[in-house]
């Protein structure tokens, strides 16, 4: 995901974005913790920094 790909969007698709970014983090913790073998941690800072992004779109919008 580009910041220039989330520039082009509304403020309504931002807040969608955001907000399946937070569902898929929180997702990531409860398969990490209830699994002892969880091989995804690469996709935490993936998310992590998304999240960052779409925030920072959206400040710059309001």
């Known amino acids: 995901m580009d910041a220039s790909e989330l520039r082009t969007k509304g403020v309504g698709d931002l807040r969608n974005e ?7 983090h929180f997702s990531l913790r409860m398969q990490r913790a209830s699994s002892q073998q969880f091989t995804k941690n690469h996709q935490f800072k993936a998310v992590r920094r998304n999240i960052a992004r779409v925030k920072t779109v959206l400040r710059e919008k309001t």
Do not use: G, S
């Open 18 to 24: 955001l907000l399946a970014l937070l569902r898929e």
